[in-house]
């Protein structure tokens, strides 16, 4: 059986953000907490203002969109529209 990597590896994919992004340390919130270490996930570093988590679901979006031609593509919650 393949893992989860192999799958995702053998699906198209357009790189749009800076990944992986970096954990940072927060030493005084874990202390607050009472947590002896936490580490902060920075999508903020992605290097695309709207995060990580979009980033990631876009460069796959984008991916099959590009392979049929396509020059444009918009896309809202009610309906998806590709156009060449």
């Known amino acids: 059986m393949k ?7 053998a699906v198209g994919r357009v790189p749009l953000a800076d ?10 919130l874990a202390k607050h907490l009472g947590l002896s270490r936490l580490l902060l996930k920075r999508d903020d570093a992605t290097g695309l203002a709207m995060g990580g988590n979009k980033a990631r679901k876009l460069e796959y979006d984008f ?21 060449r």
Request: proline share 11%.
């Open 19 to 28: 990944l992986p992004t970096p954990l940072q340390e927060a030493p005084r």
């Open 3 to 9: 893992s989860a990597g192999e799958l995702l590896d």
């Open 63 to 83: 991916a099959p969109i590009l392979e049929k031609g396509a020059t444009s593509s918009s896309r809202s919650e009610a309906r998806s529209r590709t156009t």
